[in-house]
């Protein structure tokens, strides 16, 4: 697929679950990088907030592909279960249009 997308996940982590909600999400994003869709995510912690995590992905391919196929994988299966115990509330998905980027030149 040509096509690529971007998006901010906010993932507002219970700060009795902070350890427990790093590993699962570590597991889940090793597992995802395999994928032949996938192109990058950066893994932050919110400076605000040290129990909010905040990823930002790019894929190759469309938003109703990436939740319909990927957010169904067997390796998302327990992850997507515990979400709900380590979460003080919901995830949140923000979309992105891509309108410009910049990269740096090669030296």
């Known amino acids: 697929m040509s096509q690529q ?3 901010i996940v906010h993932l507002p982590g ?3 679950a902070r350890e427990a909600l790093y590993s699962s999400l570590l ?5 995802m ?3 032949p869709d996938f192109v990058n995510t950066y893994l932050h ?3 605000d907030d040290p129990d909010t995590l905040v990823l930002y992905e790019t894929w ?3 938003a109703e592909y990436f939740q ?8 998302r299966v327990d992850y997507e279960k515990k979400l709900g115990n380590l979460l003080k509330s919901e995830r949140r998905f923000e979309w992105l249009e891509p309108i410009r980027s910049y ?3 090669a030296a």
């Open 45 to 47: 912690r919110s400076a």
């Open 14 to 16: 219970k700060p009795e």
């Open 5 to 7: 997308i971007s998006f």
């Open 60 to 62: 190759a391919c469309s």
């Open 33 to 35: 990088s395999h994928e």
């Open 27 to 31: 597991n889940v994003l090793d597992e």
């Open 68 to 75: 319909n196929h990927h957010l169904k994988k067997s390796y």
């Open 103 to 105: 990269e740096k030149k």
